[in-house]
């Protein structure tokens, strides 16, 4: 018994799943057959094929013109007309190849990608032009301080992405260019504060200030320091500079309206609030509406939902937390702000009813319970038409997404696809266009497979930190569909992106489909993407979901990220992605490479960096995040005993603290090698550390008999039940029925709440039936099976059978 749970317990945190849902919400079914597919599939091409035969005519119909200045502007302007970003860029590198490319058409270039909806890859394009040591851009171009100056207001759009690193360069680049000591140009230097901010880098503004902070500056600059400073969060000198331009007389609305969007967009509700309020006491005849104050309660909700994914999520729990009251007091002020609001004569505008069905579509995705899909559809279906509001292409947008993500849904069909097809039918009829990346985006994630309540890979980040289970309880049913969905996507000439890519390709590692799995990896720089350390990453811990694709990934895989990634550029998590794949495959040669490897990675990158951002992504050297990925891979994979040994003895040399992962490996590496005496000294050293460190006063589980056990005091974490569950099959194994059942007496006086697993139960009635003690078969039946916490048919069954054996 105790090999089987020492596996169990090594691979992960061996979170328990709670049932989110017990019946599905829906007020009325939606099943969509696979014709809906079909039906927007003929939408989208028939789209295309008018695109494609426009195109065709445009090109033979019209003879190419000589090229002139004037012509090139045209053409830029038939492409912005039409959305083209690429073929703006590319006829911009022409005119660059043929020596008439002017300072003139690169600013109307970056000024159209500043003017159309943000476009990652073509901005990155773009951005690259004028950071890259291989530019080849003319030399009055880079020069000139008014193409930069557009150029840097393109590079904020990457400020909350995954891309910042463009804005950095960028900035970098421009001090390069220009002597800062001789800079006169003021909206030069305040958009350099408004990047510094963005970066977060406080330093840099308050540079930008002690060189220009003279009294005769204009007031856009002091706004543009105030803003700056609102976005590092530097709250004491916005108060500061606010006073100077009350002093000034220079607190006009409009500043105070940035100064407002600025807090609303970071979710700061408390700033949002006071500096509206002080808006509408100073101009009290243009009050503003409540619009950034939904806006910010939105986003301080998206942040939630964002740091929930990343650490609930990511280990494939539901999203809402046991301790709830941040998330409930945030959604009483939402309540509070919002409850009169649908009810008034005057009906609420389309920008603030967008607002509010994020806001229930993201509070949908934390918990579906109390806010169901319904709530968003009620406003979207019944309160907009009826007051004739139409629904844009955001609301549209809204509702995609919420459907995309939402939990709530846990039938056999795959019914967050058929909400989500449903949508994209409603956009096609409102003549929205759906042929684009971001409906495939919500349409591919909604064909991420679950199963039940079970969503394990929708935030899927390492196979090590979810719920230890079977390779086979982890691959769940994939909805075919999916298959159809990228055929669509192909057709119509849109690529994979990077989110479409890594989604499918989690659709494909969850469902175990390894074949299609390896044919999309081989395929996907033919869509133009760029491999990079994250998107190794991601591959890395979807092939360690299958123990063969885990074996190829450490001989395949890696030596193509060995050839194109250079070793200082691999992070962490890429790292513990290798070593679940190592685990996977059970290759103990490659995890000894990888660790140590690991412990040269971390001992560099302290001793050379500096930034606080680059030491947050990597453990310190004596913390036990740094050791615990080494630790389960060595106690997982036979033949690293030594390894695993050698780490422990590190651990204890240098007194790091055990974490509760650190203990769950000690726990395994013990029942894996049947040590029942280390594992039962081990739960006393548990126990004993439960005292010191919480204050939780141990009981004895015999106060007279020998021996006397410390048993630990409730109320009891899910490692603490595991302690007592891997204690009790000790117990099992050494066939001491009347200690097992003093145990069972203790725990039952201390909780409620009994998770030991099905297997000791089992193994308990076993050894009570050996041992003919029906007295504590009864007392077993009527104490202890009431409070198990995973109670299922087989639990039901094996009740009935004690009752026969022990009331007949």
Known sequence: MLPKLGRALV???????????QGTLIKRAVSLTPLATRAFSIGTIHKVQQEELLT??????????????????????????????????????????????????????????????????SCATVANWFYSEKSQLPLDVVENIDVWKSVLKLGFRFGGTYRVEDLRALVDRFTEIFDLTTLKDQHAWELLMRAY?????????????????????????????????????????????????????????????????????????????????????????????????LIAHKVALEN?????????????????????????????????????????????????????????????????????????????????????????????????????????????????????????????????????HPTFHSLFRACIPHRGDQYYYDNFELNSLLPARPYEHCVFKLDNRVFELEKIMLDAHIPHDRFTFVTLMTCLAAGGKTQAFRSRWRKFKKHGLQSDVKLYSAIFALSSL???????????????????????????????????????AQLPNEAKDIINEMKKQVIKVHAKKTHADDLAKW???????????????????????????????????????????IWEAK???????????????????????????????????????????????????????TFIDVYICTLLDNQNVSLVFDVLRTLNDQTDQIAISHKTVQGIVRLAKQEQSIDELKWLSENIFPKLTDQNKGFRNLKKNIDYVAFK
């Not at 691979?11 to 849902?21: A, F, I, R, Y």
């Not at 600059?221 to 006073?243: G, M, P, R």
């Not at 190829?552 to 794949?581: Q, S």
């Not at 040994?645 to 509760?660: A, G, H, R, W």
């Open 546 to 584: 299958n123990p063969t694709q885990a074996k190829r990934a450490m001989t395949v895989v890696k030596c193509e990220m060995d050839r194109e990634i250079p070793k200082d550029r691999v992070d962490w998590t890429t790292y513990r992605a290798m070593l679940d794949c190592c685990v996977a």
């Open 11 to 21: 691979k992960s945190k061996h979170l328990q799943l709670k049932p989110l849902v």
């Open 197 to 293: 901010g963005i970066m977060n880098r406080v330093y840099g503004i308050n540079a930008c200030i002690a060189k220009n902070g003279s009294p005769a500056k204009k007031q856009s600059f002091y706004t543009s320091a105030l803003l700056s400073f609102a976005a590092t969060k530097s709250h004491d000198k916005v108060e500061d500079l606010i006073q100077k331009l009350k002093e000034r007389g220079e607190l006009k609305r409009h500043t105070l309206l940035k100064l407002i969007r600025c807090y609303g967009f970071h979710g700061d509700i408390t700033r949002t609030s006071k500096y509206t309020d002080m808006c509408n006491q100073l101009y009290p005849d243009s009050a503003s509406d409540k619009t950034m104050l």
């Open 304 to 436: 939630m939902c964002r740091e929930l994914k990343q650490t609930r999520g990511a280990s494939g729990l539901d999203l809402k937390p046991a301790d709830s009251t941040e998330f409930d007091q945030l959604n009483q002020s939402w309540s509070d702000l919002t409850k009169d609001m649908f009810k008034a004569e005057k009906p609420v505008d389309i920008t603030d009813c967008n607002v509010v069905l994020e806001y229930l579509t993201i509070a949908n995705c934390i918990d579906p319970i109390q806010f169901p899909m319904e709530k968003a559809e009620e406003i979207f279906e019944s309160y907009m038409p009826s007051h004739n509001i139409k629904p844009n292409d955001a609301s549209h947008r809204n509702m995609l997404v919420g459907y995309s993500t939402s939990r709530q849904y846990n039938g056999r069909r795959n019914i967050r696809l058929d909400k989500c097809l449903e949508v994209v039918a409603k956009m096609q009829t409102a003549g929205i266009n759906t042929l684009n």
């Open 56 to 121: 065709k005519v445009t090109t033979s119909t019209n003879p190419q013109p000589a090229i002139t200045e004037a012509s090139l502007y045209e053409t830029l302007e038939e492409f912005k007309s039409t959305g083209n970003l690429k073929g703006a860029i590319k006829t911009v590198q022409n005119a660059q190849e043929l020596g008439i490319a002017t300072p003139g058409l690169y600013l109307c270039l970056v000024d159209m990608l500043r003017d159309l909806p943000f476009d990652m890859e």
């Open 619 to 661: 453990p310190y050297l004596d913390s036990p995040e740094f050791y615990l990925p080494m630790l389960r891979a060595s106690v997982s994979i036979q033949g690293l005993n030594t390894t695993a040994e050698n780490i422990l003895n590190e651990l204890d040399s240098k007194n790091v603290v055990c974490s509760q992962g």
């Open 667 to 721: 726990l395994s590496k013990l029942a894996l090698e049947d040590d029942r005496e280390g594992i039962q000294t081990l739960f006393n050293k548990y126990t004993m550390s439960r005292f010191e460190k919480e204050g939780k006063i141990p009981v004895p589980v015999r106060e007279k008999a020998s021996p006397t056990v410390p048993f630990p005091t409730a109320p009891y974490s899910r490692l603490d039940m």
